[in-house]
């Protein structure tokens, strides 16, 4: 079942991967533009167990690392992907309030963005990573979160969607 | 918090955080593995780039221009009346245009300076996840490119070279906070560095407390040991405002790119400098205001009905 899950799961993965690089990366989009695949593994995350979270976020960041706008040492997009999601999957799993209701799962992607974001600039600081200004990464964060606010909602039933095909569930949001 | 947290959940949180923690010890370490697993990423993603730029200009033209519309409403509204019955090809010929302009004037640039340069298009933007600011470039070690090479646009410095791939290369714009040059001020020959901020501004730090600099000072590239990562005289900004705060030991500034780092689409890559220095060759000329002309009216008085 675990392989089943995996195989179709990992080409999903690099698709959209690829379709950040390839595509969502080529538009300067005012207050920092958005991470479509760090929302797409957030909301992965968040209608998956905690166990299917950890994995998704050890995937997705080793993914995000190799990356060549990743700014800092392979393994620190790895390990801040990690710990968000499974602590968004932990905080929601068998909570329909949360993972089965759509505004629960957006407002838990735009926050837990914003914990990654946080996270990053936190392990940036302990691993000698240059950041920048603070007004600057307040305006990086900001228009973060709000792309991810205005984003969430449009790709959420097309990512539900693969997340039930994957995993066979019967409630897609 | 339902989850019940069982055993094989948390060993497997626990592996895979360790596994991070290893990966980013390895990294920290230098290890050439994981550089090499970014360089074939990199090396698989490059063609994907160049499509998707390919494909993506026309929209990307567009949205830029509904982002500067405030900016350019005039500049839009005249080009819209003048035409309208091109505005089709109008569309597929700008970004052609654009790039020519840009080459030329970096061309120019390197002509005056006696730079050897290969020219280069941009292929992507950086995600601004990373807090970062840096693109990435059609070229690569195959054209002859290497890190630590001085990138030139059409205004002046745009960055240094930060990775370079087969096919590509990441550029480290001169906007980004880690990025640090060391430049003189046209003219009095003042040195100091200055420092990306994140945005169009950067803040410059003379390194003589002794010596002043004043709003509109030009400033320029002071170069490296061998011409590496910088090349002396390559214009870089220009100062528009002055710390002059009492406590600092040497004075502040605030600095404005020549470079505008939304619109990059046509670089250089320097990689060879002229023997000798360029010195101030480069200062750009101020813009020549246009003289208004005078309108003069001559009124003459016209017979009164009365008389």
């Known amino acids: 079942m675990l392989t089943r899950q995996l195989s179709l799961s990992a080409p999903i993965f690099l698709f959209i991967f690829l379709f950040q690089e390839a595509v969502v990366n080529q538009f300067k989009l005012p207050g920092g533009g958005f991470s479509l695949f760090a929302i797409f593994a957030l909301i992965w995350a ?57 505004i629960g ?28 200004g603070f007004a600057q990464i307040l ?3 900001l228009g973060n979160s709000l792309w991810t606010l205005v984003i969430t909602p449009i790709v959420l039933p097309v990512f539900s969607f693969m997340h039930n095909f994957v995993f066979e569930t019967r409630t897609v949001l | 918090m339902r989850y019940g947290g069982e055993g094989r959940t948390r060993l497997l949180l626990i592996i895979l955080i360790v596994t991070a923690l290893f990966l980013i010890t390895l990294d920290l370490r230098g290890v ?41 409403r005039n ?23 654009a790039q020519l302009k840009q080459l030329k004037s970096i061309l120019d640039l390197a002509g005056t300076a006696g730079y050897k340069v290969v020219n280069t298009r941009v292929i992507s933007q950086g995600s601004s996840q990373s807090f970062s600011q840096t693109v990435t470039i059609d070229i690569g070690s195959n054209a002859g490119i290497k890190k630590n090479m001085t990138v030139l646009s059409q205004s002046g410095i745009a960055g240094v070279v930060k990775e370079v791939y087969p096919t590509s290369a990441l550029v480290m714009l001169a906007s980004d906070p880690a990025f640090k040059i060391g430049v003189r001020i046209a003219g009095t020959q003042q040195i100091g560095i200055l420092t990306g901020r994140g945005s169009r501004s950067g803040s410059l730090q003379l390194l003589d ?8 000072d030009v400033l320029l590239a002071r170069g490296s040991v061998a011409n590496r990562p910088f090349v002396p005289g390559v214009p870089v900004g220009y100062v528009t405002a002055v710390d002059n705060s009492a406590g600092e030991i040497a004075q502040n500034a605030t600095v404005r790119y020549y470079t505008n780092f939304g619109g990059l689409g046509v670089l250089a890559v320097v990689v060879a400098a002229s023997p000798s220095n360029p010195g101030d060759a480069l200062v750009p000329t101020k813009p020549v205001p246009t003289p208004i002309p005078t309108v003069t009216v001559y009124v003459t008085p016209s017979p009164s009905p009365t008389e």
Not at chain 1, 49 to 62: R, V
Not at chain 1, 119 to 128: E, V, Y
Not at chain 2, 80 to 85: E, F, V
Not at chain 2, 209 to 216: D, E, W, Y
């Open chain 2, 32 to 72: 050439a593995v994981l550089d090499g697993a970014r360089q074939g990423t990199q090396t698989i993603l490059s063609p994907f780039q160049k499509a998707g730029n390919f494909i993506l200009t026309p929209v990307k033209n567009f949205v830029t221009d509904i982002t500067h519309l405030g900016r350019t």
């Open chain 2, 75 to 97: 500049q839009i509204e005249k080009l819209r009346a003048d035409n309208a019955k091109l505005k089709s090809d109008l569309l597929n010929r700008r970004n052609a245009d």
């Open chain 1, 46 to 102: 968040v209608i998956s167990t905690p166990e299917i979270a950890a994995l998704t976020g050890f995937g997705a960041g080793i993914l995000m690392d190799m990356s060549q706008s990743a700014g800092g040492p392979v393994g620190q997009w790895t390990l801040i992907m990690i710990i968000v999601c499974y602590g968004v999957s932990y905080l929601g799993y068998g909570d329909g309030n949360i993972n089965g209701n759509p």
């Open chain 1, 105 to 132: 799962v957006v407002f838990f992607v735009v926050i837990a963005n914003l914990i990654t974001g946080l996270l990053f600039l936190a392990s940036s600081a302990l691993l000698g990573v240059t950041t920048g």
């Open chain 2, 209 to 216: 407390n002794l010596t002043t600099v004043k709003v509109g």
């Open chain 1, 139 to 141: 305006l990086t964060l």
